[in-house]
């Protein structure tokens, strides 16, 4: 093997070095300082926080409150010292009222269930909602039925042994805390846990205007029990009539 002289291998390895210093202080230039870094991230978080500020906006003409409201929140809580945080927080208060009201209208509205089929010998159309207290198997359903043969009628459809009533009796009721006593009767056949309003046009008209109503009903086993209907999100256009023309 050939050995190269001892001058050429010193050229060498100064050649090296001064390429390992070059290359050590091209690089050094290409850092940023950590000032050039800080504020190279607080333009990036700017940007990204106007890109964010630019769909709330949209949202909003959108009509999209729920949308929006998500999207400010997000803005104010990631970027709370921005522009962008500051404007949102000029309109986020009202646009999550309007997304709070609007997202309740449609729970209030979801609690409605509306059907129309044949019941015995005719067509039936019903819009009826369960009890939000009590839940779950033990609540109770409220009906507001239209028959061709039976025409119209409003009823409580409850578990168990059904209810207790004498000929007409009185059910406590309040609408909106508003006291407002229902007459019942229960039907003649007696094997259904029904019990059925006596005035059910008026009780309509009233529950429209009603978001809550709360009864006090006492079953047949005589004991006594408190329901409560969240019925604000009735929709009368959605009950349809129904015709016994043949």
């Given at each position: 093997?050939?050995?190269?002289?001892?001058?050429h291998?010193l050229?060498?390895?100064?050649?090296?070095?001064?390429?390992?210093l070059?290359a050590?202080s091209q690089?050094d230039?290409?850092t940023?300082s950590p000032?050039?870094?800080?504020k190279?991230?607080?333009?990036?978080?700017?940007a990204?926080?106007?890109r964010q500020l630019?769909?709330?906006?949209?949202a909003?003409q959108?009509?999209n409150?729920?949308?929006a409201?998500g999207?400010?929140?997000?803005?104010?809580q990631?970027?709370?010292a921005?522009?962008a945080?500051?404007q949102?927080?000029q309109t986020l208060p009202?646009?999550?009222q309007?997304?709070?009201?609007s997202?309740?209208?449609?729970?209030l509205?979801a609690?409605?269930?509306?059907?129309?089929?044949?019941?015995e010998?005719g067509?039936?159309s019903t819009a009826s909602?369960y009890?939000t207290?009590?839940?779950?198997d033990?609540?109770?359903r409220?009906?507001?039925?239209?028959?061709?043969?039976w025409?119209?009628?409003?009823f409580?459809?409850?578990t168990?042994?059904g209810?207790?009533?004498?000929?007409?009796?009185m059910?406590?009721?309040?609408?909106?805390?508003?006291?407002?006593?229902?007459?019942?009767f229960l039907?003649?056949?007696?094997?259904e846990?029904?019990?059925?309003?006596?005035?059910?046009?008026?009780?309509?008209?009233?529950?429209e205007?009603a978001?809550?109503?709360?009864?006090t009903?006492?079953?047949?086993?005589g004991d006594?029990?408190?329901v409560?209907?969240?019925?604000?999100?009735?929709d009368p256009?959605k009950?349809?009539?129904v015709?016994?023309?043949k």
């Open positions: 093997m050939t050995r190269l002289p001892l001058r291998v050229i060498a390895t100064t050649a090296c070095s001064w390429l390992l070059a050590c690089q230039q290409n940023p000032q050039e870094a800080a190279a991230q607080a333009q990036q978080m700017a990204e926080a106007n630019q769909t709330y906006q949209q909003m959108q009509k409150d729920e949308l409201a999207i400010g929140e997000a803005i104010v990631q970027f709370p921005s522009d945080a500051k949102v927080q009202e646009v999550e309007r997304a709070k009201a997202a309740e209208k449609r729970r509205a609690l409605w269930s509306y059907q129309v089929g044949p019941m010998g067509t039936q909602i009890s207290r009590p839940s779950g033990h609540a109770i409220l009906v507001l039925r239209r028959h061709t043969k025409g119209e009628s409003v409580l459809f409850g168990g042994h209810f207790a009533c004498k000929g007409n009796c059910i406590p009721a309040q609408f909106d805390d508003k006291s407002h006593p229902i007459s019942a039907p003649t056949t007696g094997n846990p029904a019990i059925f309003i006596r005035d059910d046009k008026p009780f309509i008209v009233a529950m205007k978001k809550r109503i709360t009864m009903v006492t079953t047949h086993d006594k029990q408190e409560l209907f969240e019925v604000g999100g009735f256009s009950w349809q009539p015709s016994n023309k």
